[in-house]
C-alpha cells in the first residue's frame, strides 16, 4: 500500500516527459516552417524557367560540355531523341499518311488561303515550311501542320480594318507576313519564359463556344464562292453577312456555281459520313476533296463553264516559297495594329494546336510539354513569315486524318510538305480551271467538326458559369466580330476568376472522431469543434488588395457566429482562433495589412491568433513584415491538429495558473 504514492508519482513524472519530449519535438518542426531558407526571387524563377526550356535534362545529365550541349540540342530539336530508333517500319506507316495528309492538304490550303483573302499559293506556301520547320522541333507525334479555318477567319476578319485587301492587295500581304512573323516571336517567348498560363486563359468552354461561332461564321462567308457572287461585305458578322447575300441575290448570283457546289458537298459529307462509320475506309474522305477538285475542274475544262458564270481559281503561281524578309514591316502607322493582330493569332493558334495535339497524345499514352509545343509554334511561324506563309499551327480535322493513317512520327508532316513541293512546282498549271464553289464546299465540308453540341450539353450540365464564358463567345462572334466574341470569352472567364478570388471560402474546420484529421464541418457533419478554440481554413490561392478586406470580415464573422452560439449553449467563449493558411500560395502588402488588422481586432477581444503552415512565399513575406514578431513564433505551427494541441495545452497551463 505504501508504494502507491511512489508509482503514482513516476507515473506522473513519466507523463510529463513524454509531454516535455512531444513539446520539443513540436518546437522543432516550428522552427523548421519558420527558419525556412529564402524563396528564390522572381528574376532567378525566370532564369530557372529559360533553364527548364534550354536544358530539359536538368542539371545532372548536363555536368559536362558535351552532355550540355546534347541537352541543349536534345530540348531544342526532339528529333534527335527519337530519330535514333526510326526505323524502315515507321517510315512506310508515316509515308502513306503523309500522302494521304497531302491529298486533304492541298485542296484545303487553298480554300483557307482564300478565306484569308490571300492568293491561293500562299495556303500551298503555309504546308510546305512550318511542318518542316515542326517535325525538327516539335513533340506531337501526330499533329499535322498547316493553315486552319479559324485562324484564316481571324486575319481576314481583322487585316483588313487597317488595311484594304482590294484596293491594297500588296500592302495586305505585307501586313499579314508582319502578323505572322510578330505571333511566332509571341510564341516563343511564351514558350521560352514558360508563361502557358496566359493561353489558358481561353478556356475549354469559351474556345467550345468560339469553335462553334467561327464555324458558322466562315460557312456564312462560303455563301460568296457557293453562289458565285463578286460583291460582298467584308464584316464577318451574321446580319451583315445575310443582308449582303440578300441584297446580291437579287441582282448577282449564278446557278451553276451553286449547283456545281452542292452537288460535290453533298458527296463530300457523304464521304465524311462514310468515312465515320467504318474506320477502315478513313482514306476516303481524306482523298474526296482532291477528288473533287480534280473532277470538278475536268467538268469546268471540258464544258467551258467558265464562259457561263463559273468563279474559277484562274492562275495559281508555282514553285519554291519565295522569301517574304523585305516584306515585314516594323516601321511605320500599322506597327501596332499589327501586334495587336499577331498576340491575338498567337493565343487563338497556340490554343487549337495544344489542345488538338494533347488529345491525340492522351490517346496514344504520352504526354505533350505545352513550353516546347509554343516554342515550335513561335519558331516555326518566324521561319513561315520570311517564306510568304502567314500563321500556321495544328488542324483538328487533318490530325484525326493523320492519326486514322496510322502515322507514327512528324515524318508524315515532312512528306506531307514534300508533296505539297512537288505539287507547286509541277501541277499549279493544272488548278486554273477549279472552280471557286468547290473551294468552298470543301470549307463548309469541314465545318461541322468545330461545332461540338454534346461538349457545350455537358458544360451547361456541370458548370453554368463556364456555359457563359462559352454562349458569350459564341455569340460574340456570330453577332459582333472575332475579336468580340474573344473578348467576350475573356471577360467572363476573368470575371469568373475574379468572384472566386474576391469572395474567398472561409471553412470551419473541426477533428474527425479517432483521428488527427482536421475537416470542413459542413461537409463531415461528425467532425468535432474544440471548445474554445476556433478553427477556420483559407481558401485562397492568393491573399491579395482583391480579398483582403473580405476575408477580413468573413473571419471576423465566423468569430461572431461562434461566440453567439457558445454564448446560447452556455459553453467559453472563443479564445484561441487558429487559422489554416495551408492552401494560400502568396500574399501581398494589402493581404499583410489585413492580417494586422485582423489580430489587432482579436487581440482588443482578448482572442489570440495562431497560424498553420503559411506557405514558402507567405512565409518569407509575414517574416519580414515582422508579422510573426507580432503574433509570437511560438503561435505559428505545421499542422492543425498541433496547433489544436498546442493551443489546448496553453489554455489548461492559464487555467491552472489561475
Known sequence: MGSLPNETISRAEHQQEQLDLEDSGRTEREQWLINSPVPPSLWQELLSAVRGSVFPLGRKNSSTKGRRAM?????????????????????????????TLASLS????????????????????????PPLIYALMGSSREIAIGPVAVVSLLLSSMVPNTVDPVADPIGYRRLVFSVTFLAGTFQAIFGLFRLGFLVDFLSHAAIVGFMAGAAIV???????????????TAKTDVVSVLGSVFKSVQH???????????SFLVFLLVARFIGRRNKKLFWFPAIAPLFSVILSTLIVYLTKADKHGVKIVKHVKGGLNPSSLHQLQFKGPHVAEAAKIGLISAVVALTEAIAVGRSFASIKGYHLEGNKEMMAMGFMNLAGSLTSCYVATGSFSRTAVNFSAGCQTVVSNIVMAITVLLALELFTRLLYYTPIAILASIILSALPGLID???????????????????????????????????????????????????????????????????????YPMAIKTPGILTLRVNSGLLCFANANSLRERVMRCVREEENEMVETAKDTVQILIIDMSNVLNVDTSGIMALEELHNKLVSLGIKLAMVNPKWQVMHKLKLAKFVEKIGAKWVFLSVAEAVDACLASKLASTSNF
Not at 106 to 129: E, F, H, M, R
Not at 219 to 231: D, V
Not at 252 to 262: A, D, Q, S, T
Not at 476 to 499: D, N, R
Open 106 to 129: 492541298i485542296p484545303q490550303s487553298i480554300g483557307y488561303a482564300n478565306l484569308a483573302k490571300l492568293d491561293p499559293q500562299y495556303g500551298l506556301y503555309t504546308s510546305v515550311v
Open 71 to 99: 541537352s541543349f540540342l536534345q530540348g531544342l530539336f526532339p528529333i534527335l531523341s527519337w530519330g535514333r530508333t526510326y526505323n524502315v517500319s515507321k517510315f512506310k506507316d508515316d509515308l502513306m499518311a503523309g500522302l
Open 218 to 232: 466562315i460557312g456564312l462567308q462560303q455563301l460568296k464562292g457557293l453562289l458565285g457572287m463578286s460583291h460582298f
Open 252 to 262: 448577282e448570283w449564278y446557278p451553276l456555281n451553286f449547283i456545281l457546289g452542292c
Open 453 to 523: 453540341f454534346n461538349e457545350a450539353y455537358y458544360i451547361w450540365k456541370v458548370d453554368k458559369l463556364d456555359f457563359l464564358a462559352c454562349i458569350g463567345a459564341f455569340l460574340g462572334v456570330l453577332f459582333a466580330s472575332v475579336e468580340i466574341g474573344l473578348l467576350a470569352a475573356v471577360t467572363i472567364s476573368f470575371a469568373k476568376i475574379l468572384l472566386n478570388s474576391i469572395r474567398p471560402a472561409v471553412e470551419l474546420l473541426g477533428r474527425l472522431p479517432r483521428t488527427d484529421i482536421f475537416c470542413e464541418v459542413d461537409q
